[in-house]
Every structure is written in structure tokens, then in C-alpha cells.
């Protein structure tokens, strides 16, 4: 039995990798041949997931966190060049105490004090995560930080012109919003974030504001492209200045892991998240990881956490969608670290003899 776990963090409990090593070792002890990919869809363990992929190394740098404040940060990088970059590293939400929530202030520097030193430390190529983040600033700071690192007292255009101008940028991300607007950053993102309704407006405002000055300034506008409004606006400034692309932070590192060529002789998949529902089905990892291995003929098993939604999650495709916490367990309980690893043993205990007839 040759099965392949592709299974995404659980929120706050689990990372990718922990997950899978749960399920791993509970496998291979019943017999079963295991193949495990750290999995991540741009967002929270990000880093990891694409650095194994990519067999690169993490770096640690001193950057400034969304308050200016410094603290080490690390990002990936590989020996052709390529810089993995978790932007929450440096102005992720996690970053900040309930108390400190503000992204009126929140600042995006950090993110481009990692950029610019993977860059002179060779990278020219970007893969950038945009996910988890804490601000709503339109990737101003990002860009101040990228200025004040390769060129003190300069402008953006300098760095943009030269140095920078031979470097490609993907973002990693699933987000589609435009950077304002209803359905913008400031509306969809920044209450989690802190952002009371009179923060909203403001912040849309200084958005649109920042929008309406760069395209005068570049003669162009991205503001109203997908994934402009992800991490709080932070994608329109990679789009706007630095020419990125966007692809599915899920399907990007399922290509560069070889996930298709390794479903050849793969007789399951399991995949999963923390707490999966009707949204999973919106380009969430396990949605992106079932309808490869659909392709392929190979069923796809959905263990999450908590599963809701489970005939709409069948229907959609997935072999099997199952909780991995008892009905009655409370929640501050399921996600303890090790009840979600005993949860897993006896899962796989209790499946066991329904592989064989897959």
C-alpha cells in the first residue's frame, strides 16, 4: 500500500510536517509504504514546505516587525538563486498582541528588508507568501524598506530601474480581492486585523489614494487585479512596482514537489487542514491536491481536524472526509498538539483494515 500525504498545517496546532509525521509513523507501523510532502498554500509554514521542495537553506536576518520593532526573521534560499520569502515572517498578524492590532500603523518594512537582503545575497528569482499578515498599508512600507536598503535616500524608481530590474517576482497566494473597494483589502481583511468600521474607510481610502498617485506616476494600474488586495494590499505593491505574476500558492509548490510524476505509483492520497468545509472547495490546498490526483485516478481521503460540510466535500470528489476529533471534544482540547497526534493513531487504527480494498 503506497500512500502519499500532501496535508496542509493545522491552525495553531500542527505544522505541516508535524501532521504528517503523526500520520506517518501510525502507517508505516501498521505496514503501509508512506511518501510525505510538507504542503502550504502560500500562507502559515509556508517557508518550510517550499524550502524542502526546493532543497534550499534558511537564512536569519534582523528586520523590523510591523511596529518597527527588530526582531530575526528568517527566508529561504537555494543554490540557483531563488529566494522563498513567508512575508508574515516579518509583518505577520502572530507578530502582534490582541492589544497591538492597529494596521493605521502596521507597517509592511520588514517585508522588503528581506527582499533586498536575499537579494545581495544573489537571489534574482522570488517566490513570495503572502499570507497571515498583519497589516493594511498597500505594501508602502515594503517598498520604503526595499528603498532605504539598496538605496539610501533614493526613490523607488531607482531600485526598480536598476538593481531590481532583472529579478522576477511570483506571489504565492490564493487571494483574489482587488486592493479596495467592497470586496478590497481593507473591508475583507483588516477587521481580523485589528480595524474598527471608521479604520476600514480610512485605510480604503489611503489605498485607493496610493493607487490613484502610482498609476499617474508608472502609467499603468494593477490595483484592480486578483490577489492586489492580499496581506492587506501588499500583492498590488509587488504587482504595481516589481512586475509580479501571481499562481496558486497550492499549485505552485505541488509542481515544484513533482506531485503529479509521484501520484504514478500511488494508490492513496491523504490530505487535510485544520478545519475543512465548503470553502476548502475554493482552491484551498486539499481541493487543489484532490482534483490532481482525480486526474490521475487516485482517490483522495480528507482528514481534517474538524470536517464540516462532509456530503458537499464527497460530492466534490474526495474518497472519504473525516474528523479527526470525537463529536463531543472540546475545542481548546482537539487542538492541544498532543490530542491531535493520539487523535491520529487512533484513526489510522480504526481505518486500517478499509485500506487493503481501496
Avoid at 250 to 263: E, I, N, P
Wanted: aromatic share 6%; glycine share 10%.
Amino acid at each position: 500500500m503506497q500512500i502519499l500525504l500532501a496535508i496542509d498545517s493545522f491552525k495553531g496546532c500542527l505544522s505541516s510536517e508535524e501532521v504528517e509525521a503523526a500520520f506517518s509513523q501510525a502507517l508505516t507501523a501498521r505496514g503501509a509504504k508512506v511518501r510525505s510532502l510538507p504542503m502550504s498554500d502560500g500562507g502559515e509554514g509556508m517557508l518550510p514546505a517550499f524550502i524542502t521542495a526546493l532543497h534550499g537553506q534558511l537564512l536569519e536576518m534582523e528586520v523590523h516587525d510591523p511596529l518597527m520593532r527588530p526582531i530575526t526573521a528568517s527566508y529561504g534560499l537555494t543554490p540557483d538563486g531563488t529566494a522563498v520569502i513567508e512575508t508574515a515572517q516579518a509583518c505577520g498578524l502572530t507578530r502582534l498582541s490582541a492589544e497591538e492590532r492597529n494596521p493605521l500603523v502596521a507597517t509592511t518594512y520588514g517585508v522588503g528588508e528581506l527582499v533586498a537582503h536575499a537579494f545581495l545575497q544573489g537571489a534574482r528569482r522570488f517566490i513570495i507568501g503572502l499570507g497571515g499578515s498583519g497589516t493594511s498599508d498597500a505594501g508602502k512600507g515594503m517598498l520604503q524598506g526595499l528603498t532605504d536598503s539598496l538605496a539610501p535616500g533614493g526613490m523607488t524608481e531607482d531600485i526598480l530601474n536598476g538593481p531590481l530590474a532583472g529579478c522576477s517576482f511570483v506571489l504565492a497566494s490564493d487571494v483574489r480581492n482587488p486592493l479596495y473597494g467592497p470586496e478590497g483589502a481593507a473591508h475583507i481583511f483588516a477587521p481580523q486585523k485589528g480595524a474598527t468600521p471608521e479604520m476600514v474607510e480610512e485605510l480604503d481610502r489611503r489605498a485607493r489614494q496610493f493607487a490613484e498617485e502610482s498609476a499617474r506616476r508608472m502609467g499603468k494600474d494593477t490595483s484592480s487585479r486578483p490577489g492586489a488586495g492580499a496581506a492587506g494590499g501588499l500583492g498590488y505593491a509587488f504587482l504595481q512596482y516589481l512586475q509580479a505574476t501571481t499562481q496558486s500558492g497550492a499549485d505552485l509548490l505541488l509542481d515544484l514537489s513533482g506531485f503529479d510524476r509521484l501520484l504514478a505509483d500511488t494508490d492513496l492520497v491523504i490530505t487535510g487542514e485544520g478545519h475543512a468545509d465548503r470553502q476548502t472547495l475554493m482552491g484551498k490546498l486539499p481541493e487543489r491536491v484532490m482534483r490532481r490526483a482525480q486526474a490521475k485516478l487516485v482517490p483522495t481521503w480528507l482528514i481534517a481536524g474538524k470536517a464540516s460540510d462532509t456530503q458537499a466535500l464527497l460530492n466534490a470528489g474526495f474518497s472519504r472526509v473525516d474528523n479527526l476529533a470525537p463529536d463531543n471534544m472540546p475545542l481548546e482540547e482537539a487542538i492541544r498538539p498532543e490530542v491531535t497526534r493520539e487523535n491520529i493513531r487512533r484513526w489510522v487504527e480504526s481505518v486500517w483494515n478499509q485500506l487493503p480494498t481501496i
